[in-house]
């Protein structure tokens, strides 16, 4: 082994008290989500970076303007900062506001400062103001002012279930929301086409559930005879399995959910199938169709089979029902559980076991920048219950949580190594499955990383022996998998690190999870997942009404109401918005050891020319941009 400041493999008196004091820091509480791994209590150390609160700062503000306008004004007839001014007076003239100054003094005078100066265009002052309050570490004296406030803002919200698609769009009165595309999300127009529905699979918020099968099992009775309406006489079932063309979508991991009703509507949890096809062919770009939609696990009449040719609100039900179940698997699952609580059960061995100067603790700190918390505040607010997924999501709270620990516990470590994701998924051969935009610009990323993993290793460690002789990697390692741990799934060689190529495989797969993997679930939250009609977090009908005509109320009823609607568009276009550091970009002077410099200039070479020929892909498919290295962040910190 190479000696070196970065990687201390020797027991002493400084490293030692170093890390007693990272594990009385650093502790484990399994109550949270049991039974993953969760941090007791976050570290003063892990408080987000005045640089990330402003971030945050600056998309609230946007998504303020918007929900006063919505719930206010006239939808932008009227200068929007005569809006905010006529607010603010409304809120510093609440009773009682006067007694509390002395507690609101730094609030209270801010806001009086922009009555009196006015609110440039930019709109700085509100942004800095945000920031003034976001950034405190206990906002509870602000609690009276924040309280009047929002229950002002929501006063005259809209309610209620729609009874046209449109109403859905007056939500967005703000252009600065969308200004790329007038103000409205591009999906909002084009969502309920068959091309788009299917192009979600593969290049949507949640494209890793397409598996390729060669037949149907029982469950899902799909024949000949409505196959071939959809792909043509010419094809067959048995000839689109044989030839690797025909995939499905499971969300059997949904059955017997408890259907949720908070705030206060009945909302409803599905387990559809859906079955997709991709047309016989040479070219290259052919695309995946859906061909059949069951809205259960059971066939029969109660779960009728729809296809393309059914009448148009049936198959439109049937539809927003995948989208529905696709939402809460992704939101649980791909997002919460297979991202930030994967990576969150690195995070505290890392603290805890290796020094600071340990070359892989060195590597790894940098990606995880934000992630406890973010994961802690998700637990406090977003998954506690009354919090976000509770109102929003289709199952109770208990279930939602219960879900991302089973979605967690079954996500086998090398199994998710994402060359091995996508060969057990079937979708690796792009001779079969030729548009996948998620699965061709991940590898790139995922190649790139493991190159720069692979050498920053082999400056370290000359050979498998001397990955064996390191007594901190091994504790790490050992922490990582044991059950008072992180309680990692199939973490290891037989409980340790046994070679330099899985240390170098299992380092790629968190540093990938950490940045791709989560850019490619969370940021399409902002374009694709903020518009309800598009992608509903929940459903508001049974599934049992598709054994009837369907109508387009019957349709519109089975979308969010507008309450909901605007709740679920502030909360994700939050969450997708916050661009905050990128990969390989680590701090000036990171790596002090003169031999990573170079390697790390290769690494940044590549996600540029990676960059390049995405942006190209992209000349000749439908957009998708998620994966672009310059939109990958180092951490998840959002």
């Known amino acids: 082994m190479t000696t070196s400041s970065e990687n201390i493999t020797i027991a002493s008196s400084p490293v030692n008290e170093s890390l007693e004091i990272a594990k009385q820091e650093y502790q484990y509480n399994y109550a949270h989500i049991p039974p993953l791994a969760m941090v007791d209590k976050l570290p003063p150390q892990e408080q987000p970076s005045p640089q990330w609160y402003f971030l945050l700062a600056t998309t609230i503000r946007l998504l303020f303007v918007n929900t006063l306008i919505t719930n206010r004004g006239n939808y932008g007839n009227q200068g929007v900062r005569d809006d905010i001014k006529k607010f603010i007076i409304e809120v510093i003239s609440q009773e009682g506001i006067a007694t509390k100054i002395s507690v609101m003094t730094q609030v209270v005078q801010v806001l009086i400062k922009l009555l009196i100066k006015g609110i440039s265009r930019d709109f700085h002052e509100i942004d800095e103001l945000l920031y003034s309050l976001l950034k405190k570490s206990d906002l509870s004296v602000f609690q009276g002012i924040l309280g009047r406030a929002v229950k002002l803002l929501y006063e005259n919200a809209p309610k209620g279930h729609v009874t046209n698609l449109q109403d859905y769009k007056k939500l967005l009165p703000y252009q600065e929301l969308f200004p790329e595309t007038g103000g409205i999300p591009a999906i909002a127009n084009t969502f309920q086409e068959d091309e788009v529905f299917a192009y979600m699979r ?156 340990h070359c892989l603790s060195i590597l790894l700190r940098p990606h995880f920048e934000g992630t406890l918390a973010i994961n802690n505040a998700a637990q406090e607010m977003l998954i506690a219950p009354g919090g976000g997924v509770d109102k929003l999501l289709s199952s109770t709270i208990d279930n939602s949580r219960v879900l991302a620990a089973i979605g967690l516990q079954s996500y086998s470590f090398n199994q998710a190594m994402l060359p091995n994701q996508l060969k057990q998924r079937g979708v690796d051969d792009p001779n079969l499955l030729p548009v996948y935009p998620y699965r061709d610009d991940a590898l790139l990323v995922w190649d790139a990383i493991h190159q720069w993993v692979s050498d920053y290793v082999k400056v370290y460690y000359s050979s498998d022996e001397e990955i064996q002789a390191d007594k901190r990697l091994q504790a790490w390692a050992a922490e990582a998998i044991a059950y008072d741990g992180g309680r990692v799934p199939d973490f290891g060689e037989d409980g340790g690190i046994k070679t330099r190529q899985y240390l170098i495989d299992a380092v790629t797969l968190i540093i990938f999870t950490a940045s791709a993997q989560h850019a490619a679930v969370n940021f399409p939250q902002k374009n694709i997942m903020s518009y309800a009609a598009a992608v509903p977090l929940a459903g508001y009908s049974p599934a049992s009404t598709l054994r009837g005509e369907v109508s387009e109320q019957d349709y519109l009823n089975l979308l969010p109401p507008l309450e909901q609607a605007q709740t679920q568009l502030n909360l994700t276009y939050l969450l997708g918005s916050v661009y905050y550091n990128r990969l390989g970009e680590y701090p000036i002077e990171h790596f002090t050891n003169p031999q990573v410099k170079p390697l790390l200039e290769k690494f940044q070479e590549n996600l540029t020319q990676i960059e390049a020929t995405i942006e190209q892909r992209n000349l000749n498919r439908p957009l998708y941009r998620y994966l672009l290295p310059s939109r990958i962040p180092q951490s998840i910190n959002i």
């Open 202 to 357: 593969v290049a949507g918020y949640n494209p890793v559930m397409l598996e390729r099968v060669s037949t149907l099992d029982d469950r899902f009775p799909v024949t000949d005879a409505p196959y071939q309406q959809v792909m043509g006489n010419e094809d067959s079932l048995e000839a689109a399995g044989a030839e690797g063309r025909l995939y499905l979508v499971d969300y059997g991991i949904l059955a017997g959910a408890l259907n949720g009703t908070f705030p206060k509507e009945q909302k409803y949890s599905y387990a559809p199938l859906a079955l997709f096809a991709v047309p016989r062919g040479s070219d290259p770009n052919r695309k995946l169709r859906p061909v059949a939609i069951q809205c259960g696990q059971t066939p029969g009449a109660d779960n009728p089979i729809f296809i393309p040719n059914s009448s148009k609100y049936a198959w439109l039900f049937a539809k927003t029902v995948v989208q529905i179940a696709d939402a809460n698997f992704h939101e649980a699952v791909s997002h919460l559980g297979r991202t930030h609580l994967f990576v969150g059960a690195f995070i505290l061995p890392t603290h805890r076991q290796l020094p600071k100067t």
